[in-house]
């Protein structure tokens, strides 16, 4: 197999000549922007702005814990129509999520996972990456899926190691210090430079990359 890049292409497999495009703003549709307002407020999600021009036009951003793209509600700024909205949470513990959630008020559905023939209670064998999900809606019936992610697909963040919360450098220390229990149990002594051993998890972890074992 050849390994030149195709035409156009980098060797990093982005497209030359082209600028970084950071999906910034969500846009739900709602029927009523105080009360949505009132409810993502609720969940401790970050009120960023409260923008109106007259009776016309209004919009209001928040942007959830540790997220880097934002929601906007409001008046007139989407044809859509109200509930039809749904994105993905992504969390490191969908348990832990579920529950803060619900403690804030939001009605969060079971955690499941996509079995064989269709979705089933709990969350997936093992805790596998990307298998675990619950739902809950806002007052107008816009979705959010939570989802899962403890290791990326192989180049899905490129370069990425940073934590964009305490709980989820906390959750990714908890998963690497498992995974280092075990690999001492593999050596049969304790690792000196379990640190470095960290380090290399962690950030193959975040990378998609082979873990050490």
């Not at 292409?9 to 497209?15: F, I, K, L, R, V």
């Not at 009360?35 to 923008?51: H, N, P, Q, T, V």
């Not at 593999?186 to 050490?212: H, I, K, S």
Request: hydrophobic share 35%; glycine share 12%; proline share 6%.
């Amino acid at each position: 197999m050849s390994t030149t890049p195709a035409v156009g292409e980098s060797t990093t497999g982005t497209p030359k000549g082209t600028s970084d495009l950071k999906l910034e703003v969500v846009v739900f549709p709602v029927a009523d922007v105080d009360r949505a307002k009132e409810f993502y407020g609720s969940l401790g999600w970050r009120l960023d702005a409260d923008i109106s021009v007259g009776d016309a036009f209004r919009v209001v951003q928040f942007t959830p814990p540790g997220s880097g793209c934002s929601l906007h509600v409001g008046k007139n700024n989407t044809s859509a129509a109200p509930g039809s909205g749904k994105a993905f949470l992504v969390v490191s513990d969908i348990e832990a999520a579920s529950d803060a959630l619900v403690a804030a008020g939001a009605e969060v559905g079971e955690v499941y996972h996509n079995g064989p023939n269709g979705p089933e209670s709990g969350s997936a064998p093992d805790r596998a990456s990307y298998g675990s999900y619950a739902t809950f809606s806002d007052p107008d019936g816009n979705v959010w899926q939570l989802q899962e992610i403890t290791t990326r697909l192989p180049g899905r963040v490129a370069g990425e190691t940073t934590y964009s919360s305490v709980g989820d450098l906390e959750e990714a220390l908890k998963r690497a210090a498992a995974a280092h229990g075990e690999h001492e149990k593999r050596t049969g002594e304790a690792d000196e430079n379990w640190p470095v051993w960290y380090a290399e998890y962690m950030v193959a972890e975040a990378t998609g990359t082979e873990l050490p074992t």
